[in-house]
């Protein structure tokens, strides 16, 4: 067990809907992340986090959005959903921003847009 | 950006042999490089990481060695057991200004032990 929680584990829902995933991260971790995990592409990185604000982007599209509440825990919204936007969407933390800093993964929400 | 490519995809080994998993990547400013192995329905876990200014790093049967003037980086697991079998990622921290701590993956290797 990492420490890092996610929920749901599984999410089904059909095309154009929103959800909502969410993570609450270790305990005294300031850092947050969101990876994309597909058969096609792997595991890619979406957004970091870091103390509530806003670090670093990747990949992310424009109808994904992030947030870090001041109990650190995270949000990342999905909007107009596709069939493409079924995948494995983990969350990650560190201590902070820094690089070598380990990074705890979550389990996981599994996302099923049909 | 930062690219970074893994081979090979699959790995089939028996029981008590090695097995070497291989990446190169792209952005020479690149000075941090995990690998994080992933077990079926779970996330990945870090098992092993190199920082740029060490060639070679060991714990127990899994060593990574870098080699920064060729941008490659290879993990090796020596008498693998088969509770090694799973998806072995690669990554790198782009040097990107902002991008401090997002690590860049490769596609990963799906390792299987055979008994």
């Known amino acids: 067990d990492s420490g890092v929680t996610q929920t749901p584990k599984h999410l089904i829902t059909a095309t154009g809907q929103r959800v909502t995933l969410r993570c609450s991260p270790r305990?005294?971790?300031?850092?947050v992340y969101w990876y994309q995990q597909s058969l096609d592409q792997g595991l890619q990185f979406l957004i970091q986090?870091?103390?509530?604000?806003?670090?670093a982007k990747g990949n992310i599209l424009e109808r994904f959005s992030a947030q870090q509440f001041p109990d650190l825990h995270s949000e990342l919204n999905l909007s107009s959903l596709e069939l493409g936007d079924s995948a494995l969407y983990f969350c990650a933390s560190s201590r902070d921003s820094a690089a070598y800093n380990e990074q705890f993964f979550g389990p996981g929400t599994r996302l099923t847009v049909l | 950006g930062e690219n970074v490519e893994q081979h090979p995809s699959t790995l089939s080994v028996q029981e008590g042999d090695s097995a070497v998993i291989k990446c190169t990547y792209s952005d020479s400013a690149s000075n941090y490089f995990p690998w994080y192995k992933q077990e079926l329905g779970k996330g990945p876990q870090l098992i092993i990481d190199i920082r740029s200014n060490v060639g070679e790093k060991k714990d127990q049967r899994i060593a990574v060695t870098l080699n920064k003037t060729a941008k490659h980086f290879s993990l090796h697991i020596t008498e693998t057991q088969p509770e090694d079998s799973a998806v072995y990622f690669c990554a790198a921290v782009p040097s990107l200004r902002g991008s401090q701590g997002n690590l860049i993956f490769g596609k990963g290797t799906k390792l299987s032990v055979k008994p």
């Open positions: 305990s005294g971790d300031l850092s």
């Open positions: 986090y870091y103390n509530g604000e806003e670090r």
